[in-house]
């Protein structure tokens, strides 16, 4: 039987905190600080196809899924399925430009840096709140 402060097992998957001393002795796990990318995929349950989509719409923002998916070398589809996830997840807009010569497209940026931070401390919250909910059904 392993307990939470043994190392971990070979193929196991390091989820960025150890704990120090005896369960129930007050002591704090220690936590790696995650990166964007483990926030991202973690919180919001976005894959890696969907950061680099966030990414391409940071590098080239008012972009067209047309211009992100030839930015990105993907299928439109399958980069427009990632623009939902991102704009459900509240990092994207999505604005609405109609052509000189009839129809629209869409155009799409990341939110401000400020928003970012409240979507993102939100998700958060909640991610949490499940987590302690799951955690003490156990």
Same mark, same amino acid.
């Given at each position: 039987?392993?307990?939470?402060?043994? %190392? %971990?097992? #070979?193929?196991?998957? @390091?989820?960025?905190?150890?704990?120090?001393? /005896?369960?129930?002795?007050?002591? /704090?796990?220690? !936590?790696?600080? %995650?990166?964007?990318?483990?926030?991202?995929?973690?919180?919001?349950?976005?894959?890696? =196809?969907?950061?680099?989509?966030?990414?391409? !719409?940071? &590098? !080239? %923002?008012?972009?067209?899924?047309?211009?992100?998916? @030839?930015?990105?070398?993907?299928?439109?589809?399958?980069?427009?399925?990632?623009?939902?996830?991102?704009? #459900? =997840?509240?990092?994207?807009?999505? !604005?609405?430009?109609?052509?000189?010569?009839?129809?629209?497209?869409?155009?799409?940026?990341?939110?401000?840096?400020?928003?970012? /931070?409240?979507?993102?401390?939100?998700?958060?919250?909640?991610?949490?709140?499940?987590?302690? @909910?799951?955690?003490?059904? &156990?």
């Amino acid at each position: 039987m392993s307990s939470r402060t043994d %190392p %971990p097992r #070979e193929g196991s998957i @390091d989820r960025g905190f150890t704990l120090r001393g /005896e369960r129930g002795s007050g002591t /704090e796990p220690s !936590v790696s600080e %995650p990166s964007r990318d483990d926030v991202f995929r973690t919180v919001f349950g976005l894959g890696a =196809a969907d950061v680099r989509t966030y990414d391409a !719409v940071d &590098e !080239v %923002p008012s972009s067209t899924t047309r211009e992100l998916a @030839d930015h990105l070398d993907r299928d439109r589809s399958n980069v427009n399925r990632s623009l939902n996830r991102l704009r #459900e =997840a509240g990092l994207v807009t999505r !604005v609405r430009r109609l052509l000189d010569s009839g129809g629209h497209v869409y155009q799409y940026s990341v939110v401000s840096d400020h928003t970012t /931070e409240d979507v993102v401390a939100r998700a958060v919250d909640r991610w949490r709140s499940t987590a302690l @909910d799951v955690a003490a059904s &156990e």
